[in-house]
């Protein structure tokens, strides 16, 4: 079969929701347009030994444009969000000014209409995030928002919550909490335990995390609202999830890359690059959330990618900000620490994160005729070392410098676009 302005990806394994099978996959006018054997196309992209699959969906990128360009612009966290095989994301709203209105929603979407990913835009609760007001949801809404979130900040007043809650049923939104209790974690830069005590640093206990989750989980109960728990961390936090769905209760929950493979152990260097928010746990919470990804509970893998400029990385480990880059490296992290089967994996990295922020018609489609071409080809044995200077990104905060991984991205469809091949940036 030959197509005029076609591309076959050749040669490949494809999982999807539908299964597995070997086939090529002709792409038309940003489309598939045949799977099957033998096929053949103007320009062809080599999947041997690859895995084919649906685009990886990103709910959780802090891209920092606008404000913190000197960390991150769109176009470079969308840059490096298709090297690691992302064909959607969706930008957090904690950029400066904070994307609290229709003006800001719609600059960072025009931001991202020449970007290498497809840039969705999530909006905050509150006025400038901090707690006090209700930011207009509803003109957001009409935009395409369809996530909001304070992320950096977990909304700490109750009756404030549930009013968004209520708000957010009639909106057909959906709410993510960044699970925090400031009164309890406030001067903290660690998780607080046998690690905080041995290195003088002031920490954060698992139950700031905790009680908010069991409260929005209450107000979910209590609202109808769906809502959805970012960067999960602890043990508990995850059983009570697992107990919050099997009631009924319309609440998902995400792990990040760094909660299932770093512990506070790290921290014993004093370098903050291993500073984050919520902070690196214990073995155990590790061990949890790793469970919790392997039953479901946690049905969703995020990067929380979060760059920061190096002078402010370099300051001490009390006064640095934390965050760590993840777009990149996220798909090799699950391949080399997830003892998942590929399906489940990348289930959790596309579908799953797609249909959470109500993009599931265009990211995270089978591998079929007629669907939207967004599709991410890597090859799951390829070891690679990691390079903060080597990532597209303006920063370098990885913390997994030096390290081995396997499995890295060969190929980015975007529409029908390939913007990656060969594992290099096409624009």
Excluded at 103 to 126: F, M, W
Excluded at 273 to 298: C, H, M, Q
């Amino acid at each position: 079969m030959t197509n005029t302005h076609s591309v076959v990806i050749k040669g490949g394994h494809i999982v999807d929701s539908t299964g597995q099978r070997d086939a090529d996959v002709v792409v038309v006018d940003g489309r598939i347009a045949a799977v099957g054997e033998d096929l053949s196309a103007d320009r062809t992209l080599d999947a041997a030994g690859c895995i084919v699959s649906p685009g990886f969906v990103d709910i959780h990128s802090h891209l920092r444009e606008p404000g913190k360009e000197e960390a991150e612009t769109v176009e470079t966290g969308a840059r490096g969000a298709a090297l690691g095989g992302y064909s959607a994301i969706v930008a957090m709203p904690n950029t400066t000014p904070a994307i609290d209105s229709a003006a800001v929603v719609r600059q960072v979407q025009e931001l991202g209409r020449v970007a290498p990913c497809d840039v969705h835009v999530s909006g905050a609760i509150t006025v400038d995030r901090a707690g006090e007001q209700l930011a207009p949801m509803a003109e957001m809404a009409a935009l395409g928002v369809r996530l909001f979130t304070d992320d950096g900040a977990g909304v700490q007043d109750n009756a404030l919550m549930r009013r968004a809650m209520e708000y957010s049923v009639g909106l057909g939104v959906v709410l993510a909490q960044h699970c925090e209790d400031d009164a309890l974690c406030g001067g903290g830069h660690m998780h607080e335990g046998e690690w905080s005590a041995r290195l003088g640093i002031a920490g954060q206990p698992a139950e700031a995390e905790e009680l908010m989750v069991m409260r929005d989980i209450a107000l979910a109960r209590l609202t109808g609202a769906r809502v959805h728990f970012q960067h999960m961390s602890t043990a508990r936090s995850v059983a009570m999830i697992r107990e919050a769905i099997a009631a009924g209760l319309a609440v998902t929950a995400e792990a990040t890359t760094h909660h299932f493979t770093l512990t506070h152990a790290q921290c014993a260097s004093y370098d903050p690059v291993f500073k984050v928010n919520p902070p690196l746990r214990t073995a155990e919470d590790v061990a949890a959330v790793k469970a919790g990804l392997a039953d479901g509970a946690i049905g969703i893998i995020a990067t929380d990618h979060a760059p920061h400029a190096a002078e402010t990385k370099e300051l001490p480990f009390d006064q640095a900000p934390p965050g760590m880059l993840g777009l990149e490296t996220a798909l090799a992290l699950c391949l080399t620490e997830l003892q998942l089967p590929i399906e489940q994996i990348i289930a959790a990295l596309s579908w799953r994160p797609a249909a959470v922020v109500g993009i599931g018609d265009q990211h995270g489609r089978p591998i079929a005729t007629g669907e939207p071409a967004n599709i991410a080809v890597f090859d799951p044995e390829y070891r690679w070392t990691v390079r903060g200077s080597d990532m597209a990104s303006r920063s370098t905060n990885t913390p997994y410098e030096g390290r081995e991984l396997r499995g890295k991205v060969r190929h980015t469809l975007l529409f029908g676009e390939p913007v990656v091949i060969s594992g290099e940036a096409q624009r």
